[in-house]
C-alpha cells in the first residue's frame, strides 16, 4: 500500500505543480492583453502625429516610441514564457496520466458504505485503489 500512496502524493504535487502553471500562464495572458494595450496606444499616438491631429513634439513622440517599444518587448517575452508553461503543463499532465495509469485501479458498485440490513444502492460506478 505505501507504493500506491507514494503515487497519491505524487499525483498530488503534480496537480498542485499543474495549477501553478495554469496560474502562470493565466499572468501572461493578461499581461499579454496590457502589451497589446500599449501596442495600440503608441501606435495611434504616432498615427494622429502623422495626420496632424497631435502637435508633433519629442514628449509625444518619445512617449508613443516608449509604448510601441515597451508593448512589443512585453507581447514578447510573456508569449514566450506562456508557451513554455504550457509545454511544461502538457509533460506534467503525461506524468500525472502515467502514474494514474500504474494504479492498480478497480471499479467498485454503489457510493459508500451502507447502514447494515440496508440494501446497498447499485448507483454509479466508483474507481477505487487497491
Request: hydrophobic share 50%; charged share 20%.
Amino acid at each position: 500500500m505505501s507504493d500506491d500512496d507514494g503515487a497519491h502524493d505524487r499525483i498530488a504535487q503534480l496537480e498542485a505543480q499543474i495549477e501553478d502553471l495554469a496560474a502562470t500562464v493565466e499572468s501572461c495572458r493578461k499581461i499579454m492583453l496590457l502589451a497589446k494595450l500599449a501596442i495600440a496606444g503608441g501606435a495611434l499616438l504616432i498615427i494622429a502625429m502623422l495626420v496632424g491631429a497631435i502637435t508633433p513634439g519629442i514628449a509625444a513622440l518619445s512617449g508613443a516610441s516608449a509604448a510601441l517599444l515597451s508593448g512589443i518587448v512585453l507581447l514578447g517575452s510573456n508569449r514566450s514564457t506562456a508557451d513554455q508553461a504550457m509545454a511544461k503543463t502538457n509533460q506534467v499532465e503525461a506524468a500525472r496520466a502515467a502514474l494514474i495509469d500504474q494504479l492498480e485501479l478497480r471499479m467498485v458498485q454503489g457510493g459508500g458504505a451502507q447502514p447494515s440490513g440496508t440494501p446497498a444502492d447499485p448507483g454509479p460506478a466508483q474507481i477505487e485503489s487497491r
